[in-house]
């Protein structure tokens, strides 16, 4: 177990706050325990970002990529300790939360690449001089952190503010609050100046007192309800740059597609991962009516029921294991059983796994064709199937949602994919791939309730500066002969 502080200043300190923990899901052990920041420590740590920020902003480029290189270079050397932690925290398996660091170090070069492409600076040539663009920083970024990922996501929100040259407050999930001391721990070995990064750990009230602070801008990764109230809250701030990542109720669309067995694998990459923990999972599968749609589904549910849940460490290797919490769990199967006492028929029976702990689920299908069910992401291995009569009926199911983050066809028709691609309204938009896939070298976001139009992963540098255009002339002239209109 480990004994959690803040991070403020550059330097630890206990928290003033309440005290509370994080909890391994499988077993119910405790991971973490400290105490939240007090609202003066908040104040503090924004305070102590805002004092850093104009050094840190004016320092030359190639200090802040340095300094981002040795941050790298310690999650490198810690990456088999650090995933072990997220493991055990969020009850991962260990396969993935590997990955997950190796992602972790891989978003500074991204981030770096990025950053040139996309904010760097260019010069023209004009008759009086020149023209330049450039691209300057925002000031003191709030980052709040989710449980799903807890390095992956805010590490692709802090690595592109700080090689911006913003500072950054950084505030984990309370599930997660021994992953954000790790990146602290990290980023205190980049030897950054006091101040550029600070570490505040607690709940809810937390995350609330940091936005009431003076920020320059928001970084959220989370619940599109979570993210609705930031609009609000900001609605007068313009100021305050909003980039929200946020959830989505994703349709997966499978039309003219022969091999069922091949599509189920998709099927349950695309529902099922990371326990159903993604932002990006499908939530919804649309197939057609009749025999075709019997396939796919029979399919599915064979392979799926060969799926390993289990303990991040356990032998056999598990695909996925617990969801964040038996809170969770408790909440995930309420909101699919709602769905069936409304109507939705089970194609495959929600529940707990009997052998392990209450925070484990096995995946659940159930029919909601001609049932009408909330438009709202359910966070857990559940799949809900509709079955319709054509292909435009189907790109009409998947658009029906007020979300809009990912979307996936699965089709052995090129044809399909070229109306798919220009009908559906989505941020991630995959063929014949799971919904799930997504690269560091492109954009990852959403439309509607799914995002703000600030997409993340490679286009994060856009939301970390802004641009500034700039007419010099190397001396003063008179320029009456361009002013019209004289006497």
Sequence with gaps: MSDGKLYLNGAWTEGAGDGFASFDPATETRVWRGNEASGAQVGAAVEAARAAFPDWADRPRDE?????????????ARAPAFAEAISRETGKALWETTAELGSMAGKVDLSIRAYDERTGERTAETAFGSATLRHRPHGVAAVLGPFNFPGHLPNGHIVPALL?????????????????????????????????????????????????QKIDALMF???????AHFRRKFADDP????????????PLVIWDAADAEAVAGIVVQSAFVTTGQRCSCARRLIVPEGAAGDRIIEAVIGLTHRLIFGAWDQTPEPYAGPLISKRAADQALGAVSDRIDGGAKVLLAPGTIDSLGGAFVHPAMIDVTGVDVP?????????????????????EAANATRYGLSAGLVSDDPKNWDTFIRRIRAGVVNFNRPTTGAAGDMPFGGLGASG?????????????????????AGAVKNIEGEIRGLK
Excluded: W
């Design 164 to 212: 911006a040259g913003d500072t950054v407050v950084f505030k984990p999930s309370e599930e997660t609050p021994h992953a954000g001391q790790l990146m602290a721990e990290c980023l205190e070995e980049a030897d950054l100046p006091a101040g550029v990064f600070n570490l505040v750990q607690g709940g809810r009230d937390v995350g609330a007192a940091l936005l009431d």
């Design 375 to 395: 438009d709202e992401e359910m966070f857990a291995p559940f799949l809900s199937v509709t079955r319709v009569g054509s292909f435009e009926a189907a790109i």
């Design 239 to 250: 100021h305050v740059i909003l980039a929200l990542e946020l959830g989505g109720n994703n």
């Design 452 to 472: 703000n139009h600030r997409p993340s992963a490679y286009y994060a540098a856009d939301y970390c500066a802004y641009p500034v255009a700039s007419f010099e």
């Design 221 to 227: 990764t989370g619940s599109g309800a979570a993210g």
């Design 64 to 76: 802040r990529i340095a300094a981002m290189k040795r941050y790298q270079a310690a999650l490198k």
